[in-house]
């Protein structure tokens, strides 16, 4: 009797193994893991004009009120060297709206990028010059933002995850009502017109 229920449970044990075995093994998007969420698409865009699919990262999400707080590392770049060339981090705030959300502010906390790209254009020409064409906007807004000739694999690549990450940020949160337009308190204006 012993002996049949040790044969038996070897059998029950093999004949689970051996379905296993044969089993397929989930799809990556099906494995779930702490912070998976925070995982999202990009189409990286290279000099050439080639896309390519990246992922971007989520380093920190913060929900108020009537808007989120984000903070996204990507890869700008990947035209030179790696010495020059790492992850940029990318401060955004984005109200949230009845018809999706809007950027309110928008900035580098880590530039990852080439200090002077090849054409001479610095860091500091994008930041004051380019990146605040997009406050104020939604996603529907940003492909026709120009690019910066001579930056233009970084311009193009910042417009690419603005739009990933709205992309995000729509799909997760809504409002009652259509997002405010953003006004600078220090100095009362508006990027209308971006």
């Known amino acids: ?22 089993a397929p093994s989930p799809a990556p998007s099906a494995v779930s893991f702490p912070g998976a969420a925070r995982i999202i698409p990009v189409t990286h865009i290279d000099g050439f004009g080639t896309p390519t699919d990246e992922l971007a990262w989520i380093a920190w999400e913060f929900e108020a009120q009537t ?69 104020n906007v939604k996603s529907a807004d940003i492909d026709p933002i120009d690019t910066i000739a001579g930056a233009t694999v970084t311009t193009i690549n910042l417009k690419q995850i603005t739009k990933a990450v709205l992309a995000y940020h729509d799909a997760k949160y809504t409002a009652a009502t259509e997002a405010p337009m953003y006004v600078d308190a220090t100095s009362s204006a508006t990027s209308e017109g971006w």
Not at 5 to 19: D, K, M, N
């Open 67 to 135: 808007y989120v707080r984000y903070q996204i590392v990507y890869i700008s770049c990947t035209c030179r060297q790696e010495s020059v060339n790492k992850q940029s981090m990318l401060f955004l705030e984005i109200a949230k709206g009845s018809t999706g959300g809007r950027i309110h502010r928008i900035f580098f906390d880590f530039w990852g990028d080439s200090p002077v790209m090849p054409e001479g254009n610095t860091r500091a020409e994008i930041e004051e010059g380019y990146v605040p064409k997009f406050v």
């Open 1 to 22: 009797m012993k002996k049949a229920v040790i044969v038996a449970a070897a059998v029950a044990a093999l004949l689970s193994l051996a379905s296993c075995a044969g």
